[in-house]
């Protein structure tokens, strides 16, 4: 984002949200890559008490779904009289089970369940509700129907079905993933402009297309550029389409990422510069891979313009709006509510934040404070794999570990990384076979 620092291109729209509200700039996803984060996102848990800790599948049927026992955002929501709508990417289970959103909250549901083919941007199908819905224009190797637009359709929809009564609006879209296409309406006005450009060789036919694999890029530069111009006036459309409605005074708008930068299909965040000088890329659990934005607009209530340094992540974001409709929270969350931060009032601190990342050779981080601790290949040897030590107020990059020079202080953060992980049969810290000769 622009007002995060992107110098190659704007992002307007979002840039008024910040310039209207308050930008966090120590916010971190609930996990490192789509699945767990968004989990942590719905439950108000870090990824070392979640249920869903990764991106898992089960063979012929979908992503590994939630469990019932899990009370999400939308459910607590409901309890004050909220519809509920979804518009996007879910992969938190398949149609049917327990983790199907309509039976994790939400009223009505329009998008992807599969994480795998939620990278195809001209699916054969989306699903809304439990009814799969056909796009027929995209048949064989057709380009007619492009799911952001068909997903943004339904979602203004939704407002407008609304606008009468309380609603939550959880809009998960999909710009830019992994596939870099873009309508070429929005490709056209970027191409050339990013030079030199990078082409990708993806999947264009064979059984795996639009099946996960990306298709091919000769563009990805401006393919990229495009995706984020079209998020930008989508954001930008939503909150026009709110203050049409009359809502605007009465409407809180969140946005952020579930994950940081990556480099699948063609993406380029060394040439975009996309972690902002952060170490780390999706998958890490350095600052790059976690680190997200995040800008809340409030008005009445949001001081206009500011810039929020507290420490907060995913899993907050659940206790907050219970906060807001006066709900109780659940009590075996690790969210702490972040609302007297948005007005302006003395907030509560984190102990510290956990991540763990199950594949890979297993990844676990903690940060207290300015400090942070970092440790891979943690399935090799879980009791003797040393821990990095970083000082993020003199080091955000990460680039010198202090380990050595704080002792007493790299254990006192190892022990958090321990007691934080709570063992789970379902995911274990990935060792490849390969790795280990």
């Known amino acids: 984002m622009s007002c995060y620092g992107q110098e190659k291109f704007t992002t307007p729209h979002i840039d008024r949200l910040a310039s209207e509200g308050i930008r966090f700039v120590n916010h971190y996803a609930g996990s490192t890559v789509c699945a767990p984060s968004r989990g942590s996102l719905m439950t108000g848990k870090h990824s070392g008490h979640l249920y869903n800790r990764g991106n898992k599948g089960i063979k012929g049927k979908g992503d590994f779904p939630m469990i019932k026992e899990e009370v999400t955002v939308p459910e607590v929501l409901k309890k004050a009289g909220y519809v509920t709508g979804m518009f996007g990417k879910w992969g938190l289970g398949y149609a049917g089970s327990e983790g199907d959103p309509n039976n994790q909250g939400f009223d009505e549901f329009y998008g992807y369940l599969s994480q795998a083919l939620a990278h195809n941007y001209y699916p054969y199908y989306l699903w809304h509700n439990s009814d799969s819905v056909v796009l027929e224009q995209n048949a064989g190797f057709a380009q007619g129907q492009y799911a952001p637009e068909l997903i943004h359709h339904e979602a203004m929809r939704f407002l407008e079905a609304n606008k009468d009564t309380t609603f939550f609006l959880y809009y998960p879209s999909i710009i830019p993933h992994a596939e870099l296409f873009a309508p070429e309406k929005y490709l056209a006005k970027h191409r050339g402009k990013y030079l030199p450009e990078k082409e990708y060789?993806?999947?264009?036919?064979?059984?795996?297309?639009?099946?996960?694999?990306?298709?091919?890029?000769?563009?990805?530069?401006?393919a990229f550029a495009a995706m984020i111009n079209l998020l930008d006036d989508q954001v930008g459309e939503?909150?026009?389409?709110?203050?049409?409605?009359?809502?605007?005074?009465?409407?809180i708008i969140i946005f952020t990422s579930d994950n940081g930068a990556h480099v699948e299909g063609g993406a380029?965040?060394?040439?975009?510069?996309?972690?902002?000088?952060?170490r780390g890329i999706k998958r890490d659990l350095y600052e790059g891979g976690v680190r997200v934005p995040m800008i809340v607009k409030w008005p009445g209530k949001i001081k206009a313009g500011r810039e929020s340094e507290h420490i907060s992540a995913f899993w907050d974001v659940l206790p907050t709006l219970a906060e807001i409709v006066n709900v109780a929270a659940p009590d075996s969350i690790d969210g702490i509510s972040f609302l007297p931060e948005l007005l302006?009032?003395?907030?509560q601190k984190h102990s510290h934040l956990y991540w763990g990342f199950y594949e890979r050779g297993g990844r676990q981080a903690v940060r207290k404070g300015k400090w942070k601790a970092v440790r891979y290949k943690v399935a090799y040897d879980y009791e003797r794999t040393p821990v990095e030590l970083y000082n993020l107020e003199e080091d955000?990059?990460?680039?010198?570990?202090?380990?050595?020079?704080?002792?007493?202080l790299a254990a006192e953060m190892l022990t958090l990384i321990k007691d934080s992980h709570r063992?789970?049969?379902?995911?274990v810290f990935e060792v490849k076979k390969k790795s280990l000769k």
Do not use: C, W
């Not at 302006?344 to 907030?347: C, K, S």
């Open 238 to 251: 939503i909150v026009e389409k709110v203050k049409e409605l009359g809502l605007a005074d009465n409407t």
């Open 344 to 347: 302006g009032q003395e907030q």
């Open 423 to 427: 063992p789970s049969e379902n995911f």
């Open 396 to 408: 955000p990059a990460e680039t010198h570990n202090v380990a050595e020079q704080y002792p007493e």
């Open 268 to 278: 380029d965040p060394k040439y975009f510069n996309s972690t902002g000088g952060l």
């Open 201 to 222: 060789k993806g999947v264009d036919d064979g059984k795996k297309y639009r099946m996960g694999p990306y298709g091919s890029q000769k563009d990805s530069h401006a």
